[in-house]
């Protein structure tokens, strides 16, 4: 089993189109939570830390669920910039690397 | 603030041989990280300095990859001989904790394609 798993996609969703983006993680003493945006070649890139609480940042929103292993993005009114892969990851804690989920792609169409 | 550099940016070399990649990590992030991400899929942890030791390299493939990092600033990764399978983008990072939290920044990665 991987330790972080996501729905490949793609996602085409239409501009102005909410869409949402789950993962889970198999390894119950994750400390930390994150999604990062990576655009086609370049790095990946932290768009927003997720805690147990939920937090949003503008259009997007992110929930974890400890219970469930379960981590999920929010993306309201899609934008044509917001086409990019969506990245889960985790961390164990302290200075420990980061583990990567594949991606979840997605394509916002005019 | 500079971000992490690396060097090349891109390299094409045939199986069997050697190439060698450079990472200058942000002034003062005391962790760098080397990665490994295979098209299709999320970055992968090849191995961790914290200063100029060795935190984890329990991914690095010993037999044909290696890296230092010797005055604890920037680092060289290695592979020698290289194999079809190494085609990657190898992306370097590095970190610093603020208050509890750690957040990697990325450069912008080697592109190697091996034939």
């Known amino acids: 089993r991987k330790e972080v798993e996501q729905d490949p996609g793609p996602f085409n969703v239409p501009e102005g189109a909410t869409v949402a983006f789950n993962c889970t993680y198999s390894?119950?003493?994750?400390?930390?939570f994150f999604w990062y945006r990576q655009d086609c070649r370049k790095e990946p890139k932290l768009l927003m830390s997720?805690?147990?609480s939920g937090n949003e940042d503008g259009r997007f929103t992110a929930q974890l669920n400890r219970a469930s292993q379960y981590i999920s993005l929010l993306i309201r009114d899609s934008k044509l910039s917001d086409s990019a892969t969506y990245l889960c990851?985790?961390?164990?804690?302290?200075?420990?690397?980061?583990?990567f989920g594949s991606g979840t792609r997605l394509q916002v169409q005019p | 603030e500079a971000g992490v550099a690396q060097s090349p940016r891109y390299k094409i070399i045939e199986k069997r041989q050697s190439v060698a990649f450079w990472c200058n990590p942000i002034?003062?992030?005391?962790?760098l990280y080397w990665y490994q991400q295979i098209l299709g899929q999320g970055p992968k942890l090849l191995i961790q300095f914290q200063n100029n030791g060795v935190v984890d390299d329990s991914q690095l493939p010993k037999d044909r990859f290696s890296a230092e990092r010797l005055k604890g600033v920037d680092s060289t990764l290695k592979i020698q001989p290289a194999k079809l399978e190494d085609s990657a983008v190898y992306l370097c990072?590095?970190?610093?904790?603020?208050?509890?939290?750690?957040?990697?920044?990325f450069g912008p990665g080697t592109r190697l394609l091996v034939l």
């Open positions: 997720v805690y147990s």
């Open positions: 390894n119950s003493a994750s400390q930390s």
């Open positions: 990851v985790v961390n164990l804690g302290g200075r420990r690397a980061l583990t």
């Open positions: 002034s003062g992030h005391a962790t």
């Open positions: 990072a590095s970190s610093l904790e603020f208050r509890g939290q750690e957040t990697q920044y």
